[in-house]
Each structure stands twice: as structure tokens, then as C-alpha cells.
């Protein structure tokens, strides 16, 4: 694992700056990609270094880690809406290469195998960022989900309801399911950016990092990665033994 504690910005920066290493040394990369908050400023960073022609995104292929189920690509809360705002139409990235669970699909099964067998078909994912809810979450898996889960359906709990109500006009308007990768997914990711900013998941980060591997923490399970680089600011950072 390396670990990089700094401030907002310097955390934003650096967090760019892996990825656009990662492009240049394999143009035709393969990205996992989140969403909320935390990423905006990385988002940020990554669309400068194209404008500053330091970087193309035009062989990359990119997979999100989750959509909402019952959320069209153009509302204003799904996550292809956020994707489109944030990154993708600030970047030279075709939209062929942007691939993305589809939470109004008919069968919702059948949309997660095949994201699936999409990941597979490009050789898996080369470098997968990733959030962190206050729970442990990591995409939209809950705690206790196992760690032998691929892409499926989940049943959001209420503090993540809750959580992401800030997004949306009320509480009541949040989907109750989603869609997403599944933990085995997420770890069978070549590299993983955990992305972490706050005093309010001080506690989490402590026990994601440096507490017991464990389903009831699904993000625990990141210390078992071989290649995690973890980027956290002061706040988040604040209740680690170090």
C-alpha cells in the first residue's frame, strides 16, 4: 500500500497525476470510474492536463462502478449525467468508449452480466478509483455483502439513502436499488486509487486501513490488494495510527 496524506488540493493533484501516468504509459487504458463528491477536484485535474495537451483520453475505455436503478442518463442524478458534467465532456474520450450500467434496462440481471463479460472482454480494469461511504461502502456495496460478489442488483440501506439525499430534492426522490461492481470486480482490478476526504470517515479510514478484514467493513477487504495507492486529507486521515 502507499499512502499519501495531504490537503484537499494536493490530494486532487496527485490523484490526477496517477492517472494520467498510468494513460501514458498504456494510452489504451482501461478505467474504472466513481462518483460524488470527493472525485471533483481529481475530475478537475484530469480535464486540465488534457487542455494542457499533456495527456489523450481518445484509446481509453472507461466502466463506472454503479448507476441507480430507474434513473434515465439524463437525469440530472444519475451517474452518467454526473460522469458527462464532471469529466467526460471536458476530455476527448468517444462516447463508444464509455461504458455504463444501464439502471433502466428490462432485466436487470441480465445488464449486470453483461457488464460484466464487457469488463472481461477488454481485459479487465487497469486502474479502478475508488470512494468510500461512511459505512465502508465501496460502489454500492453494503456491509456484510460477501466478497465473492460480481455486478448485481443491491438494496440500498437507509444511512446511504440518507447520505445521498444531498444530491437529490428530498430524501423520498432517492432510488431504494442500484446497480453495482461487485467486490471481486473491484479487487480484480490491476491498481486501485482509494480516495478518501473528511473528518467525518476519520473512524472509517481507520478501520478500512488498519482494523480487521472483515464483510461487516466492506472496504477492509482494499488491504488485501497488491497494488493500492490510498490518498486521504488531514480530516480523513486524522484517527490513523501512524
Do not use: W
Not at 472507461?62 to 465532456?89: I, Q, W
Not at 459505512?135 to 466478497?147: A, M, Q, R, S
Amino acid at each position: 500500500m502507499r499512502l499519501f496524506i495531504g490537503t484537499e488540493e494536493e490530494c486532487d493533484r496527485r490523484a490526477a497525476l496517477e492517472v494520467v501516468k498510468q494513460i501514458k504509459s498504456k494510452p489504451d487504458s482501461v478505467l474504472g470510474l466513481a462518483t460524488g463528491s470527493t472525485p471533483i477536484g481529481m475530475y478537475r485535474n484530469m480535464a486540465q492536463a488534457y487542455r494542457d495537451g499533456e495527456i489523450s483520453y481518445s484509446r481509453v475505455r472507461t466502466f463506472n462502478l454503479d448507476e441507480y436503478v430507474g434513473l434515465a442518463k439524463k437525469h440530472p442524478c444519475s451517474y452518467y449525467y454526473f460522469m458527462r458534467e464532471y469529466l467526460f465532456k471536458d476530455i476527448d474520450i468517444p462516447a463508444d468508449n464509455i461504458d455504463f450500467l444501464d439502471g433502466t434496462a428490462s432485466d436487470l440481471a441480465q445488464e449486470c452480466a453483461r457488464y460484466e463479460e464487457n469488463i472481461e472482454n477488454c481485459g479487465g480494469i487497469d486502474l479502478q478509483l475508488l470512494g468510500m461511504g461512511h459505512n465502508g461502502h465501496i460502489g454500492f456495496n453494503e456491509p456484510d455483502t460477501p466478497f465473492e460478489s460480481l455486478t448485481h442488483i443491491v438494496e440500498l440501506t437507509e444511512s446511504t439513502i440518507k447520505a445521498n439525499s444531498r444530491f437529490f430534492d428530498s430524501e423520498e426522490e432517492v432510488p431504494r436499488k442500484a446497480l453495482t461492481m461487485g467486490i471481486k470486480t473491484i479487487m480484480h482490478a490491476k491498481k486501485i486509487i482509494f480516495f478518501v476526504k473528511g473528518a467525518a470517515k476519520a473512524e472509517v479510514v481507520r478501520q478500512v486501513l488498519q482494523g480487521p478484514i472483515t464483510p461487516k467493513v466492506p472496504a477492509s477487504v482494499l488491504q488485501l490488494h497488491p497494488n493500492l495507492c490510498v490518498f486521504l486529507d488531514h480530516d480523513a486521515a486524522s484517527k490513523l495510527n501512524l
